[in-house]
Antibody, heavy 121, light 108 residues
Framework: EVQLLESGGGLVQLGGSLRLSCAASGFSFSNYYMSWVRQAPGKGLEWVSSTSGAGGRTDYADSVRGRFTISRNNIRNTLYLQMNSLRAEDTAVYFC??????????????WGQGTLVTVSS | EIVMTQSPATLSVSPGERATLSCRASQSVSNNLAWYQQKPGQAPRLLIYDASTRATGIPARFSGSGSGTEFTLTISSLQSEDFAVYYCHQYTNWPPKTFGQGTKLEVK
């Protein structure tokens, strides 16, 4: 059974930093693209960042590029999101998600339960 | 950039009735379309991928249809546990950033 368990969220001041982790189990972690998706309170889903299985490819939403860094440790089966220069608009629940590839592309197959990040002034 | 538009924003349906949710893409995404269900305080859950294939463990009352730019999620006979927010997502190109804004399915 695929399990994704996020941690590291919390209350942080404006301009501060936080590192989120997502511990994966139940699948061969290094073989899968992974992403972070966030959801601000009462809002929809917003893609944040993605990485390839080996970590060599990374992509970022314009809203976080230059401030957030996605990485992974395929020995520890863990995905990370380093968040710097945090803004009020980064307040959200952050989900990690596993992608499955089919002939058309990568869809989100499994999601973690999320971790809440609150940026306060 | 492909934009996904869901309608309606809110749908009120009685338990036992059929619900039909729509998702439109601003350009063709072939059949690279997924649907997710999200209940309050929970993570999204994959329901449908490839526009019409049910994910593992998803009841047969959920069905997806469409291709190109027009897609539909149908729930044939609503159960109490089906009232939630539903999102469509296109994955015809990378990165996988394009979600619809969601349709809230509520009890009438």
């Amino acid at each position: 059974e695929v399990q994704l368990l996020e941690s590291g969220g919390g209350l942080v001041q404006l301009g501060g930093s936080l590192r989120l982790s997502c511990a994966a189990s139940g699948f061969s972690f290094s073989n899968y693209y992974m992403s972070w998706v966030r959801q601000a309170p009462g809002k929809g889903l917003e893609w944040v960042s993605s990485t390839s299985g080996a970590g060599g490819r990374t992509d970022y939403a314009d809203s976080v590029r230059g401030r957030f860094t996605i990485s992974r440790n395929n020995i520890r089966n863990t995905l990370y999101l380093q968040m710097n220069s945090l803004r009020a608009e980064d307040t959200a629940v952050y989900f990690c998600a596993q992608h499955i590839y089919d002939s058309g592309g990568y869809y989100y197959a499994h999601w973690g339960q999320g971790t809440l990040v609150t940026v306060s002034s | 950039e492909i934009v996904m538009t869901q309608s309606p924003a809110t749908l009120s349906v009685s338990p036992g009735e059929r619900a039909t949710l729509s998702c439109r893409a601003s350009q063709s995404v072939s059949n690279n379309l997924a649907w997710y269900q999200q209940k309050p305080g929970q993570a999204p859950r994959l329901l449908i991928y490839d526009a019409s294939t049910r994910a593992t463990g998803i009841p047969a009352r959920f069905s997806g249809s469409g291709s190109g730019t027009e897609f539909t999620l149908t729930i044939s006979s609503l159960q109490s546990e089906d009232f939630a927010v539903y999102y469509c997502h296109q994955y015809t190109n990378w990165p996988p950033k394009t979600f619809g804004q969601g349709t809230k399915l509520e009890v009438k």
